[in-house]
């Protein structure tokens, strides 16, 4: 028997999981298909106990917006008296966050319980040297379930990592499918077109389980998931034909509100007030209420569908690193030699986008809320990213960009990134800066922009958030 892992503290279970390849911060061109491989997870999980087993989920694939759906999904579960788990990835901020329980990030004490949990079945196989080990993400997914059981959860949402079909996540049968938006992403693995990628997201279906999506019927990549879904027996519902949203509008001081309608049994729910801007949140947050109303009305979950939970829940969101603003941003104190001003207050936006979709996203925040602001752009992107088609959208939008290298050995270099700039973006004031976030923090201290917007990674966007003094 393998002798026990010893952790004493968040960073040795780090360490720990820091020996199993971890594909997040692999180069993509070094990854494939064959990278991924559901027997490893399922093997994996027969080992450990089947901690999956014996609660309902809810399962979220898509290019964008998974974050925030599943976010919803969980408060919206949690506010009817469900005790909800959560798996996200990647995190903004810290590792914790990518496995909650009813909002309350998992502690430093359960994660490295959970690990010493995932040690005493991997060690066995890496002594035997012919079994192969987990990677990073799998291990992640298994720890997870794990939690959720052992804290006893009622219901779990599970956002998938990446695509879909070979996703360690896609070992459930869930209660529901959710599938947001398609971008062109991961194309070396997922595929080349919408179409393919739809499909690679549509292989979390199951068998007549319900799935809800956002994506339009008519699309190359709604055809695709309506294709899957009609093979398999399972009912489908889409944005605008199964549930759909009407009389959408802004709210002058941010948020939007609109009437929600919902099928089987039909329910309309007028003024729905949502907090977060952008046509693309009211689209998410539909998904996740249509799902939820699902769910329970196929008495699939412990509880009815409750339309005052659903009206606080989504009034009151809140999404860090997702179209963030926050009017006066400080930093945390510093250690001097880092040179940034704790007493400096600016504006900032911080999101996370990175697709052409999410740019444009961003694009009509812009228009929306600061039409005639001087607009500096903090940028920093991943070598996998189609730079062209992301920053189209944000010409004519920003005055000044200043290039950043986020935390992570993918970044792109300042030279590729800001000469980009230049090709789209044409006439607007670059600067290089040096350090990461922590670099960034420091020039916002020296150079003040008027309206700073942080994107183009998670890694720069989380990086620069755990900087500020917000909860």
């Known amino acids: 028997m393998a002798a026990p892992v010893s952790l004493s503290s968040l960073s040795d279970a780090l360490d720990y999981l820091a ?45 964008k917006g998974k974050g ?33 329980i009813d909002g309350q990030d998992i502690l430093d004490a359960d994660f490295c319980r959970q690990v010493q949990n995932l040690a005493q079945v991997v060690e066995p196989r890496r002594q035997a040297e012919a079994l192969e080990l987990p990677s990073f993400f799998e291990s992640m997914v298994a720890m997870a379930f794990l939690e959720f059981r052992d804290k006893a959860c009622d219901l779990a949402v599970m956002e998938v990592g990446l695509g879909g079909r070979l996703d360690a996540t896609n070992i459930i049968t869930p209660a529901v ?27 979390i279906i199951k068998p007549q389980v319900p799935v809800i ?22 009912p489908a519902e889409f944005l605008g034909r199964g549930f759909r949203i009407e009389n959408r509008r802004d709210l002058r001081d941010g948020g939007q509100v609109f009437d929600l309608v919902l099928r089987k049994p039909d329910l309309k729910i007028e003024d729905l007030v949502l907090s977060l801007d952008g046509v693309h949140q009211a689209e998410n947050l539909a998904l996740a209420a ?51 001003d704790p007493d400096h207050k600016f504006k900032v936006l911080i999101d996370s986008a990175h697709t052409p979709a999410s740019m444009r996203a ?24 189609d730079l062209s088609a992301c920053l189209l959208p944000l010409q004519g939008k920003v005055a000044a960009v200043w290039t950043v290298r ?7 270099d300042h030279e590729t990134l ?42 720069l966007s989380g990086g620069f958030r755990a900087l500020l003094a917000v909860v």
């Open 362 to 385: 961003l694009a009509r925040w812009i228009e929306l809320r600061a039409p005639e602001k001087s607009i500096t752009l903090a940028l920093g992107m991943l070598r996998d990213k």
């Open 213 to 234: 999506s956002s994506l339009d019927p008519q699309s190359p990549s709604g055809r695709a998931v309506a294709a899957r879904a009609s093979a398999l027996d399972a």
């Open 406 to 412: 986020p935390n992570s050995p993918r970044a792109l």
């Open 290 to 340: 249509a799902a939820f109303h699902r769910a329970s009305a196929d008495s699939l979950l412990p509880t009815a569908f409750d339309e005052k939970a659903l009206r606080s829940v989504y009034a009151s969101l809140r999404l860090p690193g997702r179209l963030e603003f926050i009017e006066e941003a400080s930093f945390l104190p510093q250690p001097v030699e880092v040179g940034i």
């Open 177 to 203: 499918s959710l599938i947001t938006a398609i971008d062109l992403e991961h194309t070396r693995i997922l595929g080349s077109t919408l179409e393919e990628i739809a499909r690679e997201k549509a292989g």
């Open 418 to 459: 800001a000469e980009a700039v230049i090709t789209v973006l044409g006439d607007v004031k670059i600067r290089n800066i040096s350090g990461g976030p922590k670099g960034l923090a420091a020039a916002i201290s020296t150079r003040k922009p008027a309206l700073l917007v942080v994107t183009g990674s998670v890694y």
């Open 68 to 100: 925030s759906t599943a976010l919803a999904l969980r408060a919206l579960a949690s506010a009817s008296g469900l005790k909800t788990g959560l798996f996200l990835s990647p995190h903004l901020m810290r590792v914790n966050e990518r496995i909650s």
């Open 19 to 63: 020996s199993f390849t971890d594909y997040e911060q692999k180069d993509a061109a070094r990854m494939g298909r064959d990278s991924l491989d559901l027997e490893r997870m399922r093997a994996l999980l027969r080992d450990l106990g089947q901690p999956e087993a014996g609660r309902p989920y809810f399962h979220i694939a898509g290019s």
